[in-house]
């Protein structure tokens, strides 16, 4: 499985934008880019996923590399609520997703 | 759309017993249902992967034999921890991958369940 590598932890305010960097130098041509997020003692909960182009959504938008080799999520207003762990992962079309590590967002109010 | 439920939220059990927690999925057919467990300040960590009506793929270093798996239907998939000692208690949780949900890129999450043994 290709490897992602993200920060152990960020901090923001709230009602700032946040962006929460992947680092994915080991792409495959065919892999997906996933992120997931999980609140305290909850299951995780889809965010927004891609392959080569920019993707919006209502919770987020996603920037890919040109070269894929990295990729941002971007968190255009966060709020409390958004204080979660998120994962980066790379992942082939409808294969298992394999969680790494991931970024503790801390929300400040 | 596309809610996953997991039964029970958490359990206690005595060592030596065995636990069933169910993983449904509420509103689409789930073609594909994954189960994890999560251990505290650890991320999540793939079990098994089960399709409906076939035996489940264990991941490396998972015990079929101790964690039986059954994806009897669409719609529902079983988890039975046989013979759970403390060092099983963790917190389990599915995922459910289905036709009409998102693709076939995402997969959505249950709650989870809490199983503390005794």
């Known amino acids: 499985d290709a490897k992602t590598t993200q920060p152990n932890s960020m901090e923001s305010n709230e009602e700032e934008p946040v962006h929460l960097p992947c680092n994915h130098s080991?792409?495959?041509?065919?892999?997906?880019i996933h992120w997931y997020r999980q609140l305290p003692s909850q299951g995780p909960e889809y965010v927004i996923h891609?392959?080569?182009s920019n993707v919006n959504n209502r919770m987020a938008s996603l920037a890919i590399a040109e070269d894929r080799k990295s990729s941002t999520l971007i968190l255009h207003r966060a709020t409390l609520r958004d204080a979660a762990v998120y994962y980066c992962?790379?992942?082939?079309?409808?294969?298992?997703?394999?969680f790494g590590q991931g970024t503790r967002l801390t929300i400040n109010p | 759309g596309a809610v996953v439920s997991q039964h029970p939220s958490w359990v206690i059990c005595k060592s030596g017993t065995s636990v069933k927690i169910e993983c449904r999925s509420l509103?689409?057919?789930?073609?594909?249902m994954f189960w994890y467990r999560q251990f505290p300040k650890q991320s999540l960590m793939l079990m098994a992967t089960?399709?409906?009506?076939?035996?489940?793929?264990?991941e490396q270093g998972v015990e079929k034999d101790k964690f039986l798996i059954n994806h009897a239907s669409l719609t529902l998939s079983t988890l039975t921890v046989t013979s759970a000692h403390p060092e099983d208690s963790s917190f389990y949780i599915c995922?459910?991958?289905?036709?009409?949900?998102?693709?076939?890129?995402?997969?959505?999450f249950g709650p989870g369940t809490r199983l503390t043994v005794l």
């Open positions: 995922s459910a991958r289905g036709r009409l949900a998102g693709g076939p890129n995402t997969q959505y």
């Open positions: 080991t792409i495959s041509g065919t892999d997906y």
């Open positions: 891609g392959l080569t």
């Open positions: 992962i790379l992942g082939l079309e409808a294969q298992k997703l394999v």
């Open positions: 509103d689409f057919q789930a073609t594909t």
């Open positions: 089960s399709n409906e009506g076939s035996k489940a793929t264990y």
